[in-house]
């Protein structure tokens, strides 16, 4: 190096130094991170392994469930075997492989996607009603000994389409808003009925 030049360069090499010294303290400090979120990653799957083993056996006070279409029932059975879940979501109508399923895991947790047919959205969701739903969960639940859940408003949500005809807008307050969707639900839709 030429030696006018070196006393130039002597404060951008120092702060060079600096700044490795300063990556090196973050990579560790990113390195423990990482390692405590693993750590915690693995706590938690331990932790609901064993809430969800605990579940299965006493009812589903705590549930891993997963949804499933179409005949599920032999799809649900191996992932409850592998451990990967503790309850099921089922659509209409509920096919002899996942009735069968329900009768091998009576402590597997249950919802089933079942719009009442008062909601009049079936021209949007052919498949989603099934009128005898009320008497099939009634059943169920006796059966269990707890009670199992009916997803009667999926995709509720929606911008357009059958659940959003004669959907109130947010035009009032908050209380207003609230008690005109509660009624949009339980009286337009027919969800108070049921």
């Known amino acids: ?33 990482i390692m405590s979120l693993k750590a915690k990653a693995i706590a938690t799957t331990v932790l609901g392994l064993f809430l969800a083993t605990k579940a299965y056996a006493s ?5 891993l469930m997963n949804e499933f279409y179409g005949d599920a029932g ?16 089922f659509h209409t109508i ?25 909601a009049n959205v079936s021209s949007c969701y052919p498949a989603s009603t099934d009128d005898n739903a009320g008497a099939l969960l009634t059943g169920y639940t006796s059966r269990r000994g707890y009670p199992v859940w009916r997803v009667g408003s999926f995709e509720f949500d929606q ?17 207003d808003n609230y008690n005109s969707f509660i009624n949009y639900y339980t009286n337009t839709k027919g969800f108070g009925t049921i």
Request: hydrophobic share 40%; net charge negative.
């Open 74 to 89: 032999a799809i649900a059975q191996k992932a409850v075997n592998q451990h990967r879940l503790n309850g099921v979501t």
């Open 94 to 118: 509920l096919t002899a492989g996942e009735q069968t399923f329900l009768s091998a895991n009576p402590g597997a947790a249950l919802a089933y996607f079942a719009t009442p047919s008062e």
């Open 59 to 63: 009812g589903p006070w705590f549930s």
């Open 159 to 175: 911008l357009g389409g059958c659940w959003a005809n004669g959907r109130p807008d947010f035009a009032g307050s908050d209380t």
């Open 1 to 33: 190096m030429h030696p006018r030049l070196d006393h130039l360069l002597q404060p951008v090499l120092q702060d060079e130094d600096r700044h490795t010294e300063k990556k090196k303290r973050l990579n560790i400090l990113g390195e423990a991170f």
